[in-house]
Antibody, heavy 120, light 111 residues
Framework: QLQLQESGPGLVKPSETLSLTCAVS??????????WGWIRQPPGKGLEWIGTIYYSGSTYYDPSLKSRVTISVDTSKNQFSLKLSSVTAADTAVYYC????????????WGPGTMVTVTS | QSALTQPPSASGSPGQSVTISCTGT?????????VSWYQQHPGKAPKLMIYEVSKRPSGVPDRFSGSKSGNTASLTVSGLQTEDEADYYCSSYAGSNNPYVFGTGTKVTVL
């Protein structure tokens, strides 16, 4: 069945860019049915949606993060990526990638998550 | 877009029922039938338990049920089991400009 796996540096310095990749296995990221998203969870806090991408490249971002976020898709590698610029300690969180059937729809498959700490 | 409001905690004894509320506005919960519920055990990724207000994904026990009235959605867990002890989050579609809004989360304790 479909599996997602996040990867990327666990430590990022303040003001630098956080970069993560989500590898999709057991299915094609090019399916016209699904959307692919990033969600984060600061330590001890709730879930925060970051953004969503369609295989065609259409993107949807949380308005509060829009100026710092870029999500892209690489269909040849069956993966999608997150870049978050100018990070601060407030961006320290577990970052999850997930699949949905529509923008704003239920997130039915999740990766295990990866912890990213912003520290000098 | 403000987070949806959930009670911080809820509890019940094994076999009992517990209901968690998720209160939003007419711009999110009240405006669309796209409310989802997620279960999260410590150190684990969230798991989808309910979608489109009351639908259960394959494999989710029928002890879990969802409903909505006005701007408030609810998740009921019947016949509580020890493995139901977890954090629960609701989520709602909130329009094309900000598709997702999550709830504040509820910690369910099985006494």
């Amino acid at each position: 069945q479909l599996q997602l796996q996040e990867s990327g540096p666990g430590l990022v310095k303040p003001s630098e860019t956080l970069s993560l990749t989500c590898a999709v296995s057991g299915g094609s990221i090019s399916s016209s049915v699904f959307y692919w998203g990033w969600i984060r969870q600061p330590p001890g806090k709730g879930l925060e949606w970051i953004g969503t991408i369609y295989y065609s490249g259409s993107t949807y971002y949380d308005p509060s993060l829009k100026s710092r976020v870029t999500i892209s898709v690489d269909t040849s590698k069956n993966q999608f990526s997150l870049k978050l610029s100018s990070v601060t300690a407030a961006d320290t969180a577990v970052y999850y990638c997930a699949r949905s059937w529509s923008v704003g729809g239920a997130l039915d498959v999740w990766g295990p998550g990866t912890m990213v700490t912003v520290t000098s | 877009q403000s987070a949806l409001t959930q009670p911080p905690s809820a509890s019940g004894s094994p076999g009992q029922s517990v209901t968690i509320s998720c209160t939003g506005t007419s711009s999110d919960v009240g405006g669309y039938n796209y409310v989802s519920w997620y279960q999260q055990h410590p150190g684990k990724a969230p798991k989808l338990m309910i979608y489109e207000v009351s639908k259960r994904p394959s494999g989710v026990p029928d002890r879990f049920s969802g409903s909505k009235s006005g701007n408030t959605a609810s998740l009921t867990v019947s016949g509580l089991q020890t493995e139901d002890e977890a954090d629960y989050y609701c989520s709602s579609y909130a329009g094309s400009n900000n598709p997702y809004v999550f709830g504040t989360g509820t910690k369910v304790t099985v006494l």
